[in-house]
């Protein structure tokens, strides 16, 4: 199944990400767990982050040099990825599933996925909703809370709107 939100107008688009990449992010605030930066090696995109009790974090943000949207997981129990070789990937917000691809990578040795969208639209789908899970053909690989996520990516907007 593609894609179900109607926020989405295409596919989603995968690339190899400088937000992956990033190391030299700039802090904004804190809102609830999430924090909130800018990447100067996008754009200044903004993004938020957390890290959650499984081990894996999580960026959500704003590419201004490719004019996307992405979402980035880590986890160093995600020993298995390939750096730069793409991953079918399957979303489920409360419930409901989106499927995608995710390019692997590697941020100071932690595995990770980097997932870009076509739609900044479909962050904020994300953020509308309670829990998220990611799976891999293999199953389950991350389930967090997405309480709180609307507030911080809504304060992501107000840093991209000042960068």
Same mark, same amino acid.
């Given at each position: 199944?593609?894609?179900?939100?109607?926020?989405?107008?295409?596919?989603?688009?995968?690339?190899?990400?400088?937000?992956?990449?990033?190391?030299?992010?700039?802090?904004?605030?804190?809102?609830?767990?999430?924090?909130?930066?800018?990447?100067?090696?996008?754009?200044?995109?903004?993004?938020?982050?957390?890290?959650?009790?499984?081990?894996?974090?999580?960026?959500?943000?704003?590419?201004?040099?490719?004019?996307?949207?992405?979402?980035?997981?880590?986890?160093?129990?995600?020993?298995?990825?390939?750096?730069?070789?793409?991953?079918?990937?399957?979303? *489920?917000? !409360?419930?409901?599933?989106? /499927? +995608?691809?995710?390019?692997?990578?590697? %941020?100071? #040795?932690?595995?990770? =996925?980097?997932?870009?969208?076509?739609?900044?639209?479909?962050?904020?789908?994300?953020?509308?909703?309670? *829990?998220? !899970?990611?799976?891999?053909? /293999? +199953?389950?690989?991350?389930?967090?809370? %997405?309480? #709180?996520?609307?507030? =911080?990516?809504?304060?992501?907007?107000?840093?991209?709107?000042?960068?």
């Amino acid at each position: 199944m593609m894609f179900k939100t109607t926020m989405m107008t295409a596919a989603v688009a995968v690339l190899v990400s400088g937000a992956a990449q990033a190391q030299n992010l700039e802090s904004w605030g804190t809102v609830g767990v999430w924090d909130v930066m800018w990447d100067p090696s996008l754009g200044d995109g903004c993004l938020i982050q957390s890290e959650f009790t499984d081990g894996s974090v999580v960026r959500i943000g704003f590419d201004n040099i490719e004019g996307m949207g992405y979402l980035t997981a880590f986890n160093g129990a995600w020993g298995d990825i390939e750096e730069g070789a793409t991953y079918p990937v399957t979303f *489920t917000l !409360d419930g409901e599933a989106y /499927e +995608g691809e995710a390019k692997g990578m590697y %941020l100071n #040795g932690v595995p990770g =996925a980097d997932i870009y969208f076509d739609s900044e639209d479909f962050l904020f789908d994300i953020a509308a909703r309670q *829990t998220m !899970d990611l799976a891999n053909s /293999e +199953g389950s690989v991350m389930t967090i809370d %997405l309480t #709180g996520t609307m507030a =911080a990516l809504e304060e992501a907007l107000i840093c991209q709107d000042a960068e």
